[in-house]
């Protein structure tokens, strides 16, 4: 069993939340902050995994 717990996505979403780190000390808003960033950095890991094709989902915002 090739079982690699440390993916893209994971890498993504720890970057995303040691960056916020520096918005904590904003309180709520920096709760927020971190939620934000972390979701970007799983998303972008994702990207990189093949999970998630990001390309596909920005050249179908201009369809409107």
């Not at 994971?10 to 960056?19: F, H, P, R, T, W």
């Not at 902050?33 to 390309?55: K, N, T």
């Amino acid at each position: 069993m090739n079982h690699n717990p440390t993916t893209n996505t994971v890498v993504g979403l720890i970057a995303g939340l040691l960056l916020a780190l520096a918005g904590i000390l904003g309180g709520f808003s920096g709760l927020l902050f971190a939620v934000l960033l972390g979701a970007l950095g799983a998303a972008i890991g994702a990207h990189r995994d093949g999970i998630l094709d990001l390309g596909a989902l920005l050249r179908s915002r201009g369809r409107g």
